[in-house]
């Protein structure tokens, strides 16, 4: 068996104690591996890249869709006979983890999950890119990030933003995590619900107040239900500012999985997004906040660039 490089993002703040469950589960069943932990979110891509250097093929990230993320970017920045030669794994260790949920791995079995890897299934997946500009010193500068699962515009991206600080708040400083989730919800209350935006999708240009766009590769956090990350399409989920009451049904369709059922979600399979205007939105790429574009900005699709390890 090929030996695994394992980079391990925490959690919770005593990484340490966290990573012993792993470190059974991956001694019980017999994998040959070496790990470095990941101490903060600069620090994922520059240990995969020094994992790279020194001949890992199979790398697996500890961690949940945000880490996924970095391992992604910093695989995305290789050349393409080098990144064909690396196949990349999860095991769920994030707040959402929806990536992982999408391929049917679950956080509470770890075991289940080191079985599929080590069966080493890999299906070439498709990669996500967001294309914007920013300022650095006086000067506007092309970027780009990729994602693997999904961006979101408006509403979603500030909630991931509140809850992220709240997160912090809460369990670092206070050592409890739920209450996290009930004052994110609270404070979303006093969020912009809706964001004057101009969207350009296939033939159909949209020009209104929209309270959040999900461009997605995957499930996108259940907003676009029908999304595979192997067909080359992007899907997309459009929802204007649907009120109260139709706001709790629309959580409970998501939650059914029904989310496009919703009368005022307007979904599209499309290869480009190009976001004209955005005023005042918020952008989530995999869970983490980017920084915000100056003018327009657009999101394409890479089919097939990356060597991702299934069950």
Same mark, same amino acid.
């Given at each position: ?201 296939? @033939?159909?240009? &949209?020009?209104? /107040?929209?309270?959040?766009?999900? =461009? *997605? ?6 907003? !676009? +239900? ?44 499309? @290869?480009?997004? &190009?976001?004209? /205007?955005?005023?005042?939105?918020? =952008? *989530? ?6 920084? !915000? +574009? ?18």
């Amino acid at each position: 068996m090929e030996k695994w490089g394992i980079v391990f993002c925490p959690k919770y703040k005593n990484g340490r104690k966290e990573w012993t469950k792993f470190a059974k589960v991956l001694r019980d069943k017999h994998v040959d591996y070496d790990y470095v932990q990941s101490e903060d979110n600069r620090g994922v891509s520059r240990l995969v890249n020094m994992m790279i250097g020194n001949g890992y093929k199979t790398i697996i990230v500890v961690g949940g869709d945000a880490d996924l993320n970095d391992a992604v970017n910093c695989l995305m920045q290789k050349d393409a006979s080098t990144r064909a030669g690396i196949d990349l794994g999860i095991i769920p260790n994030g707040i959402l983890n929806d990536f992982g949920k999408f391929w049917g791995f679950d956080e509470d079995n770890v075991c289940e999950t080191v079985d599929s890897i080590l069966r080493h299934r890999v299906r070439k997946v498709d990669v996500g890119c967001v294309h914007y500009r920013l300022e650095r010193e006086g000067k506007l500068n092309q970027c780009k990030r990729y994602f693997i699962n999904c961006v979101n515009v408006g509403l979603v991206a500030a909630l991931t933003n509140l809850r992220r600080q709240t997160r912090t708040f809460f369990f670092d400083y206070l050592g409890t995590d739920p209450l996290s989730y009930a004052f994110s919800t609270l404070l979303l209350g006093f969020q912009r619900l809706d964001y004057k935006m101009n969207i350009k999708i296939n @033939d159909d240009e &949209i020009d209104r /107040k929209v309270m959040t766009v999900c =461009v *997605s590769n995957a499930h996108g956090y259940g907003q !676009t +239900p029908s999304a595979v990350p192997y067909n080359g399409k992007l899907d997309v989920s459009v929802v204007y500012n649907p009120g109260v009451t139709k706001f709790v049904e629309g959580a409970y369709l998501m939650y059914r999985k029904q989310f496009l059922n919703h009368e005022s979600v307007h979904p599209y399979r499309t @290869d480009k997004v &190009i976001f004209s /205007k955005a005023k005042h939105a918020l =952008v *989530s790429v995999d869970g983490r906040i980017l920084s !915000t +574009p100056i003018g327009e900005f657009s999101i394409d699709i890479e089919q097939e660039v990356l060597n991702f390890i299934i069950p």
